[in-house]
C-alpha cells in the first residue's frame, strides 16, 4: 500500500486548497478512505472519510466546508478545503482505515502535506 498526499500550502484565511492522494498497491475502489490531520503539538485528528459506496462523514469541526471526494478510475482521494481557518493549519495525511473500520484515523497513511493558515 502506498498513499502520497499533495496540494499543501500556504493561504491565508477564507482561502481555499485541494488536497490529492493517489493511491496504489490494492484495489483502490473496495476500500473506505479518510484524511487525518496533526496539528503543531497535538494529536492525530481524524477529518472526513469516505466508503467505497461514496457515502461520506465528516468531523464538526469541518463539516460544510472541507468536502471529502474521490475518483475510482485515477484511484485518487481528494479533500477541497474551503473556509480555511487558522487552526487548521496542520500536516494532512490521507489514510486507509483498518477493516472493520473502528477508527479512522488508523491503519496505512502517507507522509502527508503541509497546510499553513496564515495571514
Known amino acids: 500500500v502506498q498513499l502520497v498526499e499533495s496540494g499543501g500550502g500556504l493561504v491565508q484565511p477564507w482561502g481555499s486548497l485541494r488536497l490529492s492522494c493517489a493511491a496504489s498497491?490494492?484495489?483502490?475502489?473496495?476500500?473506505?478512505m479518510s484524511w487525518v490531520r496533526q496539528a503543531p503539538g497535538k494529536g492525530l485528528e481524524w477529518v472526513s472519510g469516505i466508503y467505497s459506496g461514496f457515502r461520506t462523514i465528516y468531523a464538526d469541526s469541518v463539516k460544510g466546508r472541507f468536502p471529502i471526494s474521490r475518483d475510482n478510475a485515477k484511484n485518487t482521494l481528494y479533500l477541497q478545503m474551503n473556509s480555511l481557518k487558522p487552526e487548521d493549519t496542520a500536516v494532512y495525511y490521507c489514510?486507509?482505515?483498518?477493516?472493520?473500520?473502528?477508527?479512522?484515523?488508523?491503519?496505512?497513511r502517507g507522509q502527508g502535506t503541509q497546510v499553513s493558515v496564515s495571514s
Open positions: 489514510a486507509k482505515p483498518n477493516v472493520p473500520i473502528t477508527d479512522w484515523a488508523s491503519g496505512v
Open positions: 498497491g490494492f484495489i483502490f475502489s473496495r476500500y473506505a
